[in-house]
């Protein structure tokens, strides 16, 4: 429990430091934020991706007097949910209409506090870097008065913007092996990294959960962004690293998923009891998780590649698969319950590999009723026609560089 001098305190000197900041390079995101009275926006994703950055640019553009509240601070390590009356009565004494709430969901019961400030006309900005934020019972919290976005790392759009590069071989490169944490971007220091993994394992996952065998959970972790685009199950997994269960190893994978540590794909199906049957492909949700816990960059590069071309769906759509019948694509996308992208992922195309891999796309395109697809190559570029269907070989950089 705090007192409210204490949080006046803390108030004020976040407040100070905050709105000194340099507001930095402006995110594609901002214009995406969804801004309404009485509405509460919540934004999350993966940590030191650029959520307080955001709220920042967001403030300085949007709101001339809002309070920030930061709940990561060591001075408000013994905030509870009792103390949510003083904060309130700080806001009242301050005469502030806009509130933004970083790194809430440390605290119990802060939905409740949310939805009063809605119900008398606040406009709430929350952050957090768990997905639940986005879950269905945090929507009847909040009586269905929440707007959810979604934040990841530099796109690589943005990372060549902010490096000055220009797209090519060499840029994509470049991001395939820093990936997109601003911070790490700008420094390529591998602590950074190493540090941010290790906070996500401990702080958002670990504490959050009660977890007590945290080595087992790190080898878990690592084995996995180790095995990057890489057919998983829980129980293929069992018992390595000392985990026995495999309900267990299922509970590890929605906390890597709901921290934005890694996501994990299903197979397309249209029964979803297969799709949760069938094993997933693992996909880390930052290239430079993957550059950092691996021995060599040059190892894999094509589920390297093929994980960056995930992540770009990612940012665009929320319904991707694997398709795997007679032949396999590694991506088809869904929209209002149909499939309308089919896109397969290769490094290089060769002699030994293009009919394994053309032959694939083909017959998702058959499947679906697509007359378009598309193969992501490293550097390559071709198009082919084939009975009204058009498959074009497309260099990554360029698919890259523009929305599909």
């Known amino acids: 429990m705090l007192r409210q001098e204490q949080i006046a305190s803390v108030i004020d000197s976040q407040q100070d430091y905050f709105l000194a900041k340099d507001p930095g390079f402006i995110r594609d995101s901002l214009s995406e934020i969804p801004v309404l009275e009485n509405y509460a926006t919540i934004i999350t994703g993966l940590r030191r991706c650029g959520k307080s950055t955001l709220l920042l640019q967001l403030m300085k553009q949007k709101f001339q007097k809002a309070i920030y509240l930061n709940f990561e601070d060591i001075r408000l390590i013994g905030f509870e949910s009792a103390d949510f009356s003083r904060l309130y009565s700080e806001i009242q004494l301050r005469s502030v209409r806009v509130i933004f709430l970083d790194e809430i969901q440390l605290i119990e019961k802060w939905e409740i506090f949310v939805n009063q400030l809605l119900r008398e006309g606040f406009s709430v900005f929350v952050t957090g870097s768990n997905a639940s934020l986005l879950s269905k019972e945090l929507g009847t919290?909040?009586?269905?008065?929440?707007?959810?976005?979604?934040?990841?790392?530099?796109s690589y759009q943005e990372f060549i913007a902010f490096t000055k590069r220009v797209p090519s071989a060499e840029s994509l490169e470049a991001y395939l092996r820093i990936g997109g944490i601003p911070?790490?971007?700008?420094?390529?220091?591998?602590?950074?990294?190493?540090s941010l993994l290790d906070d996500i394992l401990v702080k958002d996952i670990a504490i959050r959960h009660g977890i007590r065998d945290v080595v087992s959970l790190k080898q878990l972790a690592l084995y996995l962004l180790n095995n990057i685009g890489v057919l998983t199950s829980a129980n293929k997994l069992t018992g390595m690293f000392g985990i026995k269960s495999a309900a267990t190893i299922l509970d590890f994978f929605s906390f890597f998923q709901d921290a934005y540590l890694m996501d994990f794909m299903p197979q397309f199906s249209y029964s979803l009891k297969a799709q949760n049957r069938n094993p997933k492909k693992v996909y880390a949700m930052d290239m430079g998780l993957v550059t950092a816990i691996s021995t060599s960059f040059s190892e894999n590069l094509g589920r390297k590649l093929e994980n960056l071309i995930y992540l770009h769906l990612r940012r665009l759509y929320t319904s991707i698969h694997y398709f795997n019948d007679k032949g396999e694509c590694d991506f088809v996308v869904s929209q209002k319950g149909k499939v309308t992208h089919a896109i397969q992922v290769c490094?290089?195309?060769?002699?030994?590999?293009?009919?394994?891999?053309?032959?694939?796309?083909?017959?998702a395109l058959d499947f679906f009723n697509l007359d378009y697809g598309v193969i992501v190559t490293e550097n390559q570029r071709d198009r082919f026609e084939e009975k009204g269907k058009v498959i074009e070989l497309v260099t990554a950089f360029e698919y890259l560089s523009k929305p599909i």
Do not use: C, W
């Open 141 to 154: 919290h909040l009586t269905g008065r929440q707007l959810s976005m979604e934040l990841f790392p530099f």
């Open 183 to 194: 911070e790490f971007v700008k420094t390529e220091n591998e602590l950074i990294i190493t």
């Open 347 to 363: 490094y290089h195309i060769s002699d030994e590999n293009f009919a394994r891999e053309y032959a694939g796309l083909i017959h």
